[in-house]
C-alpha cells in the first residue's frame, strides 16, 4: 500500500478545488498526481530590489556568475518570451522543423495576465532570436487558464502547439480541454481545427475526469505510411464525482490526419492493468511505428517503473506496455503543497521519461532517478524495436552529489543524441541551477557534459520557491542544438522603477 499523503487533488491546473487537508487515497503517490496550485498563485513574485537594472527583449538574462566550463561552441543565453511584465514563464518544449532546421517554436506556461496561459514562441534564425507568435499566448474560447505547452513541426513546415485549458473546480466537476493551434509563418496563430478531447464526465453520472500533461508529435518519416499524422497523449485521470476520490489515470492517444481539423479516439495507450499513469511523450520510428513511453505506479510501492507502449497501425492500437527499468523516484522530501522536492529545497521535482528515435530505429529513453541517494539522469536503449532494453546506466558526467534533474532527450538526422538536464551545482546553501547538454556519439555512452547556462539561476524566485516547471526540452540537428529551460536570472523593471528577476524561457544554441 502507498502511504497517504497530504497534498492538493487536483489532477490539472484547478486551484479552486484545493484542498490541502485532504489525504490522498491509498496508491495515489504525491508526484504522480497534479495538483498545479502554483497557477492562482503569483503573490512571491514580488520581491523588489531598485538598484537592478531593466534588460529588454533578446537580451541575455543577468549574468549570476559563470562557473568554469567550455563555451566556444555555445552560443549566447537568450530569451524567448517577449513580455516585459513581472511575470514569469516556465515549462519549456522546443522542437524544430525537419526541412529547416533555423525554423523553431517553443512554448511556456506564460503567466503574462496573471493566470496562466499557453505561451508560444518562435524564430527563424536558428535560435539568435525569438518572436511571440500571434499574441505570444492562446487558450480555447471560454478557457480560464491553460499550460503544460508542447510543441512540433509537420513534414511540410507546419508548427503546431498543443496545451491544455481548463475551468476550475473540483476533480470531477472541472472542464479541461486539450486543444491545437496552428502556424505556417511563425509570426500568425490560428486553431488547428476541433479540440483534440473535452473531458465533462459525459454519460457517466457518477464519475469525473480531468485531461493533463499532454505531449505531442508529428510522423516526419519519409517511409511511413502514416507521414504527417499528428499525434497527442495524455493522462485521463477519472474522479468519484460524490467524494472526488481518485480511480485512475490511464493513458490515452487521438490523432488527426488533416492537420489538426479532426481528431480520432482517444485510443488507449496503458493497459487496464497499468492504469496509474502520469507523464507520456509520444515518438515516430523510421516506419511510422508509434512509441509511448510513460511512468507507471502499479504495485511499485512508493516508486515507478519507466514503461513504452508500441503500435503498428498508426495509433489506434497499441500492445501491453514493455518495462524499461524501475523509477526510483527523486523525492527527499515533500513540500508545502505535499509535492516531491530535494533536500535543501522546496521546488517539487518528478522523474517523467523522455523518449526520442533515431533514423535507424534506435529507440532512447531518459528519465529522473534517485537510486544513488542523490538526482541522476538515467538512460536506457532499445535496438529490436522497443522489446529488450539494455541495463540502465547515468548520463551526467558529475557523479558527486549534485542532483541533476528535468532531463529530456532529442537525436539528430546524423543519429547523434543529446540530452538537457539542469544540475543543482556545488553553491552556496546548494541553491543554484545551472543548465547542462551531454551528447553521445554513438548512442550508447555519453561524454563529458558541457556547461550551456551562461551563469546559475535561483529557482527559489517566484512562487514561493515551490514552482519552476515540471519539464524542460531540447532540439536538435546536424546543425545544432538547442536546449531551452526556465531561468531566472533577467531583471525586468516597471516605470516606477520597481525593479526584480522573473522566470524565463531562456535558450542557447550549440555547435559541434
Known amino acids: 500500500m502507498k502511504p497517504w499523503f497530504p497534498v492538493a487533488v487536483c489532477a490539472v491546473l484547478a486551484a479552486a478545488c484545493i484542498d490541502h487537508s485532504r489525504a490522498v487515497a491509498p496508491g495515489i503517490r504525491a508526484d504522480l498526481i497534479g495538483g498545479d496550485d502554483h497557477i492562482f498563485d503569483l503573490s512571491s513574485v514580488t520581491t523588489v530590489d531598485p538598484s537592478l537594472k531593466n534588460q529588454d527583449g533578446n537580451a541575455p538574462p543577468q549574468d549570476g556568475g559563470n562557473p568554469p566550463g567550455p563555451a566556444k561552441n555555445i552560443g549566447p543565453n537568450v530569451v524567448e518570451n517577449q513580455d516585459l511584465t513581472f511575470f514569469p514563464q516556465n515549462e519549456t518544449p522546443i522542437a524544430l522543423d525537419p526541412n529547416n532546421p533555423n525554423r523553431l517554436l517553443s512554448g511556456a506556461n506564460d503567466y503574462r495576465h496573471d493566470l496562466a496561459a499557453c505561451g508560444i514562441y518562435a524564430s527563424s534564425d536558428g535560435g539568435g532570436t525569438w518572436n511571440d507568435v500571434g499574441e505570444g499566448t492562446t487558450m480555447p474560447p471560454g478557457a480560464v487558464a491553460g499550460g503544460d505547452p508542447a510543441t512540433a513541426f509537420g513534414p511540410d513546415g507546419t508548427g503546431y502547439h498543443v496545451c491544455l485549458g481548463f475551468t476550475p473546480a473540483t476533480n470531477a466537476t472541472s472542464t479541461t480541454v486539450v486543444f491545437a493551434s496552428k502556424t505556417t509563418d511563425l509570426k500568425t496563430l490560428r486553431p488547428a481545427g476541433t479540440v483534440i478531447a473535452t473531458v465533462l464526465g459525459g454519460a457517466e453520472p457518477l464519475v469525473g475526469y480531468f485531461n493533463d500533461k499532454e505531449f505531442v508529435t508529428v510522423d516526419t518519416r519519409p517511409m511511413s505510411p502514416h507521414r504527417g499524422r499528428i499525434y497527442v497523449t495524455w493522462t485521463r485521470f477519472k474522479f468519484n464525482r460524490a467524494d472526488d476520490r481518485y480511480i485512475e489515470s490511464p493513458i490515452v492517444l487521438s490523432y488527426s490526419d488533416d492537420g489538426g481539423a479532426t481528431w480520432s479516439g482517444p485510443h488507449p495507450v496503458s493497459s487496464p492493468d497499468l492504469n496509474f499513469d502520469q507523464g507520456s511523450v509520444p ?31 498508426g495509433g489506434n492500437t497499441f500492445a501491453h506496455p514493455v518495462r524499461i527499468d524501475a523509477i526510483i523516484e527523486i523525492c527527499d522530501h515533500f513540500n508545502t503543497d505535499g509535492r516531491c ?5 522546496s521546488w517539487r521535482v518528478n522523474s517523467f521519461p523522455s523518449i526520442a528515435v533515431g533514423p535507424t530505429g534506435t529507440v532512447y529513453v531518459v528519465w529522473g532517478d534517485y537510486r544513488s541517494g542523490n538526482a541522476d539522469v538515467r538512460f536506457s536503449r532499445s535496438t529490436d524495436g522497443g522489446a529488450i532494453w539494455s541495463n540502465s546506466t547515468i548520463v551526467n558526467s558529475d557523479l558527486s552529489t549534485a542532483d541533476q534533474v528535468y532531463p529530456w532527450i532529442a537525436v539528430a538526422e546524423n543519429g547523434v543524441v543529446q540530452v538537457e538536464f539542469q544540475q543543482r551545482d556545488d553553491t552556496p546553501g546548494n541553491r543554484l541551477l545551472n543548465t547542462y547538454l551531454s551528447t553521445s556519439m554513438s548512442g550508447q ?8 547556462s551562461s551563469g546559475p539561476t535561483d529557482p527559489n524566485i517566484g512562487f514561493s520557491g515551490t514552482f519552476i516547471g515540471d519539464y524542460n526540452g531540447v532540439a536538435a540537428s546536424a546543425h545544432g542544438v538547442h536546449p531551452v529551460w526556465t531561468d531566472a536570472r533577467r531583471v525586468v523593471c516597471i516605470a516606477t522603477r520597481q525593479c526584480r528577476k522573473q522566470q524565463d524561457a531562456v535558450t542557447a544554441t550549440v555547435t559541434f
Not at 284 to 311: I, L
Not at 341 to 345: C, E, G, I, R, V
Not at 445 to 452: A, E, H, I, P
Open 445 to 452: 555512452s555519453f561524454g563529458k557534459q558541457l556547461l550551456v
Open 341 to 345: 522536492a530535494l533536500k535543501n529545497s
Open 283 to 313: 515518438a515516430v520510428g523510421p516506419n511510422g511505428e508509434v512509441y509511448v513511453v510513460f511512468e507507471n505506479g502499479n504495485g511499485t510501492g512508493f516508486n515507478g517503473q519507466a514503461m513504452v507502449a508500441k503500435s503498428l497501425d
